[in-house]
Nanobody, 116 residues
Framework: QVLLVESGGGLVQAGGSLRLSCAAS????????MGWFRQAPGKEREFVAAIVWSGGTTYYADSVKGRFTISRDNAKHTIYLQMNSLKTEDTSVYYCRAFTDVGNYWGQGTEVTVAS
């Protein structure tokens, strides 16, 4: 069992920035690939960004490329999502996901609201 706890969401004006964090339990966190997904009201959950276990490779949805940056600190068992130049369409609940050799796990989500 891997427990994921997201934080850092909130209300921000368009053009602003937020940094989300996801703290993970598990002794082998450094072996997990990790990702961020989001779900807006009435829409399907969608991929945002992912980072491999070493942090050496990252992936982004086209909609956030150049504005969002995913990173990780394996010593702190935490991943981050730095979100800059936020747009109203970024308003969503953001979920952390862990991809492990014993299963995949979701966090409970943190809400981000971008006001115009």
């Amino acid at each position: 069992q891997v427990l994921l706890v997201e934080s850092g969401g909130g209300l921000v004006q368009a053009g602003g920035s937020l940094r989300l964090s996801c703290a993970a339990s598990g002794r082998t966190f450094s072996s997990y690939h990790m990702g961020w997904f989001r779900q807006a009201p009435g829409k399907e959950r969608e991929f945002v960004a992912a980072i491999v276990w070493s942090g050496g490779t990252t992936y982004y949805a086209d909609s956030v490329k150049g504005r969002f940056t995913i990173s990780r600190d394996n010593a702190k068992h935490t991943i981050y999502l730095q979100m800059n130049s936020l747009k109203t369409e970024d308003t969503s609940v953001y979920y952390c996901r862990a991809f492990t050799d014993v299963g995949n796990y979701w966090g409970q989500g943190t809400e981000v609201t971008v006001a115009s």
